[in-house]
């Protein structure tokens, strides 16, 4: 299958992709699009997924993962299109750690996939401190809003970080939840339905506690919507 042949050359297909070929195997291309139909169809799609956090369900008679059975985060839905997994997650890897704008403009049409009708209000990027952002040097997050932005003709709606605490890449799943615990602000009233817009959704921590903040806000609804979603975590590590 093309898919597989992409594997051997990692993410260098994507650096040399151009307009004209499959992002994903070089094939040629008619038209505008930036795939061809065989690697979109081998693309691991979210499904069967929690219609609440986007988790990965183990079959098609659940409605909901454990987690949000036993509690519900303060977002009410999760449109995340795609799992983390190849190739999905070499095109994270190459988007937020060598900001490679070819990776953000194919996340943006993937996360298109997933754009509910009517759409949201507005949508908020998940933000970082200013020290954060200086010692990275991009914001994932911030670069596909604004995308997306001029994609959808949503407005863009701005958070504040107060604390950035230790990295949640060690933290267990309760540990994420207390960590972020007041750590965003909304300076100003936000619309009705909003959607907070990252690359990768883990255990929605971060969704849950800006959602937090926007509710305090005003906000009447909040949703997420992100690129991919990492696998289902049984043990809750």
């Known amino acids: 299958m093309r898919l597989k042949r992409w594997v051997a050359a990692g993410s260098a297909l994507l650096k040399r992709g151009l307009p004209g ?3 994903f195997c070089l094939a040629p291309l008619e038209g505008d699009a930036s795939w061809c139909s ?13 219609p609440c956090c986007g988790d990965q369900l183990t079959n098609d008679h659940q409605f909901l993962c454990g987690h949000c059975l036993s509690k519900r985060p303060a977002f009410e839905a999760a449109y995340v299109a795609l799992r983390y997994e190849f190739p999905v997650n070499a095109l994270v890897r190459d988007f ?3 900001a490679r704008p070819r990776a953000g403009m194919l996340l943006c049409e ?3 996939q997933s754009l509910p009708s009517p759409p949201f209000d507005a949508i908020l990027p998940v933000p970082m401190t200013p020290e ?12 596909l809003a604004f995308e997306l932005a001029k994609r959808s003709g949503l407005p863009v709606l701005e958070a504040r970080r107060l604390k950035q605490g230790p990295s949640q890449r060690r933290l267990n799943r309760q540990a994420r939840f207390a960590n972020l ?3 965003f602000v909304i300076d100003k009233p ?4 909003v959607a907070i817009v990252d690359d990768v959704v883990t255990t929605g921590a971060t969704a849950h506690a800006l959602a937090l903040a926007l509710r305090r806000a005003g906000a009447q609804r909040v949703d997420v919507w992100a690129a991919a979603r990492t696998p289902l975590v049984v043990d809750d590590a």
């Open 181 to 183: 615990a007041g750590a």
């Open 110 to 112: 993937l996360m298109q």
């Open 21 to 23: 070929y499959c992002a």
């Open 96 to 98: 937020k750690f060598n």
């Open 38 to 50: 065989e690697c979109f169809e081998q693309l691991p799609w979210n499904r069967p997924a929690c």
């Open 190 to 193: 936000p619309p009705a339905y």
């Open 132 to 143: 954060r952002a200086r010692d990275r040097g991009f914001n994932q997050a911030h670069w």
